[in-house]
């Protein structure tokens, strides 16, 4: 079982970045997938979260309406896309994907995560 996290770097305010989860290793089609960051010296929390098929998301307020979870169901591997825009410098973190059997914003409720992707948005 493996979960690649990608795209994370630096930008500017403003500006947009795309991260990527490919999930392989077993069949991920069935399951939710979310995705959490981590500031420097804060708790981990929930950004976003989409269902098995894509049907049904859900975002924490501070992101909504600039970032947007989708997911490309394909046969072997299961790829997760978090699309940031509009980013501001409190959205600097360490990004985490992870799957689960339901979609939650609890990070209790996934079994799977990736390694981490940081954003870093300057001001």
């Known amino acids: 079982v493996q979960l690649q996290a990608s795209g994370g770097g630096p930008v500017q305010a403003g500006g947009s970045l795309r991260l990527s989860c490919a999930a392989s290793?077993?069949?991920?089609?069935?399951?939710?997938a979310g995705w959490f960051r981590q500031a420097p010296g804060k708790e981990r929390e929930f950004v976003a979260a989409?269902?098995?098929?894509?049907?049904?998301?859900?975002?924490a307020d501070s992101v909504k309406g600039r970032f947007t979870i989708s997911r490309d169901n394909a046969k072997n591997t299961v790829t997760v896309y978090l699309q940031m825009n509009s980013l501001k410098p409190e959205d600097t973190a360490v990004y985490y994907c992870?799957?689960?059997?339901?979609?939650?914003?609890?990070?209790?409720?996934?079994?799977?995560w990736g390694q981490g992707t940081l954003v870093t948005v300057s001001s």
């Open positions: 989409i269902n098995w098929s894509g049907g049904s998301t859900y975002y």
């Open positions: 992870a799957v689960g059997a339901v979609r939650s914003t609890l990070d209790s409720e996934y079994d799977y």
């Open positions: 290793g077993r069949t991920f089609s069935t399951y939710a």
